[in-house]
């Protein structure tokens, strides 16, 4: 069983930065790749970005790519996501996963994701 608590989710103008975090509890979470994904209201759970659980690959969606970096520090089981450039359309729930599917880079669907955190919301003031 995996635990995921995200944090550092707020509200900030457009152009700004966050940055969120994800902390992980449970066995073998270092060998875990972990995803992000949002949620925005009328719209459905959208892939954001994930990491291989050594860290060696990353992938993101075209719409956040160029201004999102995902990163991770396994001695902390913690995984965050730098957001730049912040859009009024980056506003939305984010949420974090953790999938043990092996997908090469990494793994991009939510049903490839069996843990999930209870998210964090995110808004980008216009």
């Known amino acids: 069983q995996v635990q995921l608590v995200e944090s550092g989710g707020g509200l900030v103008q457009a152009g700004g930065s966050l940055r969120l975090s994800c902390a992980a509890s449970?066995?073998?979470?270092?060998?875990?790749?972990m995803g992000w994904f949002r949620q925005a209201p009328g719209k459905e759970r959208e892939f954001v970005g994930a990491?291989?659980?050594?860290?060696?690959?990353?992938d993101y969606s075209d719409s956040v790519k160029g201004r999102f970096t995902i990163s991770r520090d396994n001695a902390m089981n913690t995984v965050y996501l730098q957001m730049n450039t912040l859009k009024p359309e980056d506003t939305a729930v984010y949420y974090c996963?953790?999938?043990?599917?092996?997908?090469?880079?990494?793994?991009?669907?939510?049903?490839?994701?069996?843990?999930w955190g209870q998210g964090t919301q995110v808004t980008v003031s216009s």
């Open positions: 449970g066995q073998f979470v270092a060998s875990y790749a």
């Open positions: 996963a953790a999938s043990r599917i092996s997908s090469v880079p990494v793994p991009l669907h939510s049903y490839e994701y069996m843990y």
């Open positions: 990491i291989s659980w050594n860290g060696v690959n990353t």
